[in-house]
């Protein structure tokens, strides 16, 4: 048994309430009873350093330090900040999820951490530099300043590729984007909106294709100035959602099919195909698009109905549900493709320019300290190869 460690109770019992956990559910994730947790956040006993990092790393996500202050943070603003999210939707919001949103959130705080304020104003930011219009227009627009024709999106051998550059190439003008693979199933991703260090997070647990639209999704959103969530099943939710609301959702939907899969590009060449589930998946794999991008074109021209559209939806997304879950491989690998690698990169230079300690830094991987070592030997592998 470790030593006990003194921490301020109200702390624990901040972090479990911000998740909507009851003891019960923290005893289980930490394999102790009920009793034991109680105990700790009434301050008759406390954990020890292992029990806190485990409380920390996997059941609250937050940094280890926060257990040792004198008290408790500021009420999170990410509710607040989901301002086009009925209280309705957000409630229902599995307590998985939103331990990624405080996640999110660190995520943020790190990274105005890792950079100077000189070096925050310099940088390329497309929230900054960039201004939304109409969603035809903006898509073009869009285009453009990031550099990428439909030829070339069309070169792309996979939709692995395809994912891998469109993140390359959002990440360049300003926004992160981490990817998790969500214990809620019924969430593609949500974006965090800051106008210096905007956030994106992608379910990888869903296709290649469905994480590329998510971005696109979130990207409007974040245009738009606001956060948002981007649901797999929009029909379970959408009833929950008042005009406003529900016309922000549609536009981010069209706007992610629009720049990728532009009108022009769909006019040029649907006299080419037939209207069927065949054609649908050809077109995806040559644009490397999700099909619902495709048939939302289709249902835009009125070449299918909007029962044909909800029926091919329901079944592609029931088929994303059934493969198997993102994972396996090695740990450290699945880790840094999480990160991504300008957030590592960031994060690895200030530990090298002894800006940060080792405990810093594996806090902003979000691992345990003594898992450090096998970290930064597969991070080095990478670079060299």
């Known amino acids: 048994m470790g030593t006990s460690i003194p921490v301020n109770p109200s702390i624990l019992t901040w972090a479990r309430a911000e998740l909507n956990l009851s ?11 009920p009793c034991v947790i109680l105990s700790w956040e009434e301050g008759s006993s406390s ?21 040792f202050f004198s008290e408790p943070p500021k009420p999170s603003k990410v509710k607040t900040s989901f301002r086009t999210t009925p209280h309705a939707v957000y409630d229902m919001i599995p307590s998985g999820v939103l331990k990624l949103f405080r996640e999110a959130e660190n995520m943020m705080d790190n990274l105005y951490e890792l950079n ?31 550099s990428v024709s439909i030829n070339e999106q069309k070169s792309w051998n996979n939709s692995e590729t395809a994912l891998k550059i ?34 994106m997070y992608l379910n990888s647990s869903n296709s290649k294709n469905r994480q590329i639209f998510t971005i696109f999704h979130e990207l409007w959103h974040l245009l738009s100035r ?33 720049f990728l899969f532009p009108t022009a590009e769909f006019e040029k060449i649907i006299s080419q195909y037939a209207v069927n589930e065949k054609t649908f998946s050809e077109i995806s794999s040559e644009y490397s698009v999700s099909r619902e991008v495709v048939l939302r074109r289709f249902l835009d021209y009125k070449l299918v109905t909007q029962s044909d559209y909800e029926r091919f939806s329901a079944k592609w997304n029931e088929e994303i549900l059934s493969k198997k879950q993102a994972g396996g491989g090695s740990y450290f690998k699945n880790e840094m493709s999480y990160l991504g690698e300008h957030y590592l990169n960031m994060a690895f230079d ?10 810093q830094l594996a806090d902003y991987l979000n691992i345990k300290e003594k898992t450090l070592p096998d970290f930064e030997a597969n991070y080095i592998g990478r670079v060299m190869a």
């Open 47 to 67: 954990p020890t350093y292992v029990q806190l990092e485990t409380l920390a790393y996997e059941v609250y996500k937050v940094p280890l330090a926060v257990f």
């Open 116 to 146: 100077d304020s000189r070096e925050i104003s310099n940088q390329r930011n497309i929230l900054r530099d960039f201004v939304k219009s109409d969603i035809v227009y903006t898509a073009k627009a869009l285009r453009q300043y990031l």
């Open 23 to 33: 003891i019960d559910d923290v005893a289980f994730r930490m394999k102790k009873k």
């Open 226 to 258: 606001t956060s948002g969530i981007d649901f797999l099943h929009d029909d379970r939710i959408i009833h929950h959602y008042d005009d406003d609301s529900k016309n922000i959702e549609v536009q981010c939907n069209r706007f992610a099919a629009e």
């Open 350 to 359: 200030a530990y090298y320019r002894n800006n940060i300690t080792s405990s």
């Open 166 to 199: 469109w993140r390359e190439k959002i990440t360049e003008v300003g926004i992160f984007i981490f990817r998790n693979p969500f214990k809620g199933n019924d969430y593609s991703g949500f974006c965090l909106y800051d106008e210096s260090f905007p956030i």
